[in-house]
C-alpha cells in the first residue's frame, strides 16, 4: 500500500513539474509610428483560468486591468476591448 501511494505522489509530482506555466511577469516592448514603448503584463493563475494587468512604464501607467486572459496548447491571448489592446503570442517554454 504505501508503495502505491509513493507512486501515485510521484506521478502526480511528475505532472507538475512538466505542466506549462505562464503566470508570471512578462516585458515586451511595441513599435508604433517609429516610436518604441515597453509594456509589461502580469498574468496570474486563478481558480477559472488567468488574469492580467497591464503597464505601460513609458507612459506612467501601471495595474491597467485586462478584461481576458486566455492560454489554451500554447497559446495566450490577452485583451482590454475598450480601447483595443490585443494581444497574442505563443508560449515556447
Known amino acids: ?6 507512486n501515485v505522489i510521484m506521478v502526480f509530482a511528475a505532472v507538475n513539474l512538466f505542466a506549462q506555466s505562464v503566470a508570471g511577469t512578462w516585458y515586451g516592448t511595441l513599435d508604433i509610428q517609429k516610436t518604441k514603448l515597453h509594456i509589461v503584463f502580469h498574468l496570474t ?10 503597464d505601460s512604464p513609458d507612459q506612467g501607467a501601471s495595474g491597467i486591468p485586462m478584461d481576458t486572459a486566455v492560454f489554451e496548447g500554447n497559446n495566450i ?3 482590454k476591448r475598450g480601447p483595443g489592446i490585443k494581444f497574442t503570442g505563443v508560449f515556447d517554454g
Open 77 to 79: 491571448s490577452i485583451e
Open 45 to 54: 493563475k486563478t481558480d477559472k483560468g488567468y488574469s492580467s494587468t497591464m
Open 1 to 6: 500500500m504505501k508503495s502505491l501511494v509513493f
